[in-house]
């Protein structure tokens, strides 16, 4: 279908069509290339979890290019889709204006009036926006989406991807920065020589520095009190060197008994940057979100304020909680003993987490940066293509809160929420897969396929006919078959419940 007045490729100068596509292509390989040599220097560099994090990104970029290839294509079989005059008049996010009897291109659906044009000259960036619109108008209807919509909708599910990526790549960057300033405790840790005396030192146990900021006494109103404590605490020094040398100490006595010396550090930052991978990604409920935010997104509503509170009360939330696991570690050592004998040892344990998960932690926190993303894309994406004064930008009493809670969100998830999860989410009864380093998780994945054709080829050489007890494989080979199925990365964060023995390596 041929818009009026528009030029088609057949009366096109050749040296524009060649400009163009050379600009487009020139543009498609310099971002490729720029992935591709971010992938080399990850690899270089024995990144393998932020490689793999970047070949996350890449999947987003290929699913956006085939959203992209389907609006393009179905673009004028949904534009020729009409509805009846009623049906648009509701659910707008802006008034609809009064129609002019001598322009019928003013006769516009829902996502027609959310993304219309406010510049003097309309660019009409998808045709057949008129033809389409003359179309039904012709049958006395509304386009369900007219292509200039269409296209609105399209530019603005890249923006989200795109700025989605860049906060999640923003907040592992600052996170990190502070997580690696613990480096220099577990350096001077390393360093400590080993001292008799010390470990025979009694220490009371209230008076100990982990122990005597938050404990609180026993019973409902000590509970308060350190719930109000965590509160406030997650704004301030989160991790303090007294908490990362106990929870250090914690981890190696319940996981890695016979390594005292084990990095915890160079662990924690691979189990982060393990996580990171997951974070990224745009998984398909946050997708139903950004559906459901379209939905409701109806003029009066001001759901675009509203939905900014629900990433800002879900950090408050996390970073509460993940106080209160170290709060909880606390108390559980203040009530059952009053003097210890060397170093202060908590007990990691998954009761301290929601419904005894700690993988909850990390999916919210991935919820809150994607809704952030989500808030201020949103925000951007509506100043640049209408304007300010846009009737869905709403009143500068909405628009100032949200623009605060979003660099709220964004600096507090940074500098104290990501670092404390970092930490804290080793508190669980399970190490993860990052515990060993990456030629030691390949020699366990290999040992573990070749232990498991063995006992095949054993239980295939004894025969059916035989009764008697059934064999169980030892727990080394239990562990390495665990090992096996968290680097096939079946939907799980590579955790690993230790057997009847533990140990790890450096």
């Known amino acids: 279908m041929t818009v009026a007045g ?234 303090t060197r007294s908490d990362y040398v106990t929870m250090r100490m914690g981890f190696i006595m319940t996981h890695c008994r016979g390594n005292p010396k084990f990095n915890f550090h160079k662990y924690m930052i691979r189990a982060l940057e393990a996580d990171f991978k997951r974070v990224v990604g745009i998984s398909w409920y946050l997708w139903i979100f950004v559906v459901v935010f379209l939905l409701l997104n109806v003029k009066g509503w001001h759901a675009y304020f509203w939905i900014a509170f629900i990433p800002f009360i879900l950090l408050l939330l996390v970073g509460t909680k993940l106080e209160h696991v170290t709060t909880q570690l606390a108390h559980e050592v203040a009530e059952k003993h009053v003097a210890i004998e060397g170093d202060l040892v908590v007990r990691p344990s998954d009761d301290h987490f929601w419904f005894h998960r700690p993988q909850i932690v990390l999916f919210l926190i991935q919820i809150i940066l994607f809704q952030n993303s989500f808030e201020l894309a949103f925000f951007f994406w509506i100043w640049v293509q209408y304007g300010f004064d ?34 804290v989410a080793q508190m669980g009864s399970s190490f993860k897969r990052s515990i060993f380093e990456e030629h030691i998780q390949h020699g366990l994945v290999e040992w573990a396929h070749k232990a498991k054709l063995k006992t095949g080829f054993k239980k295939n050489a004894n025969g059916p006919s035989q009764v008697g007890p059934k064999e169980v494989p030892p727990p080394a080979v239990q562990l390495a078959e665990v090992v096996k199925e968290s680097a096939e990365e079946k939907g799980n964060v590579g955790e690993i419940h230790p057997a009847t023995g533990s140990g790890g390596s450096k």
Request: with cysteine.
């Open 6 to 239: 528009e030029t088609t490729l057949e009366y096109t100068p050749t040296w524009v069509v060649a400009a163009v596509c050379t600009v487009i292509i020139g543009i498609s390989l310099g971002a490729e290339r720029i992935l591709h040599y971010a992938g080399k220097y990850l690899k270089k560099k024995d990144q393998k979890p932020l490689y793999e994090a970047l070949l996350k990104i890449k999947e987003e970029l290929m699913l956006l290019g085939f959203i992209s290839l389907l609006l393009t294509v179905f673009q004028g079989t949904i534009a020729t889709i009409c509805i009846p005059k009623r049906y648009s008049d509701d659910w707008l996010p802006c008034k609809k204006k009064k129609e002019d009897s001598s322009s019928s291109e003013e006769s516009t659906s829902h996502f027609q009036t959310f993304y219309h044009f406010t510049s003097g000259g309309a660019r009409r960036l998808l045709a057949e926006h008129s033809a389409s619109t003359s179309y039904c108008a012709k049958r006395g209807k509304d386009p369900l989406l007219s292509t200039t919509a269409l296209h609105h909708l399209h530019i603005f599910i890249f923006v989200l991807a795109v700025v989605h990526v860049i906060f999640c790549v923003l907040t592992i960057i600052f996170g990190g920065a502070k997580i690696r300033q613990w480096k220099q405790w577990e350096d001077a840790i390393s360093k400590k020589e080993y001292d008799p005396e010390e470990v025979l030192k009694f220490t009371n146990v209230r008076e100990h520095d982990f122990i005597k900021d938050r404990y609180r006494g026993v019973g409902k109103i000590g509970n308060l009190r350190g719930w109000v404590r965590s509160f406030f605490k997650q704004f301030y020094a989160s991790v």
């Open 390 to 423: 846009s009737c869905i930008m709403g009143q500068l009493g909405f628009i100032i809160p949200r623009l605060f809670i979003g660099a709220f969100i964004q600096f507090l998830c940074s500098y104290s929420t990501l670092p404390l999860y970092a930490i």
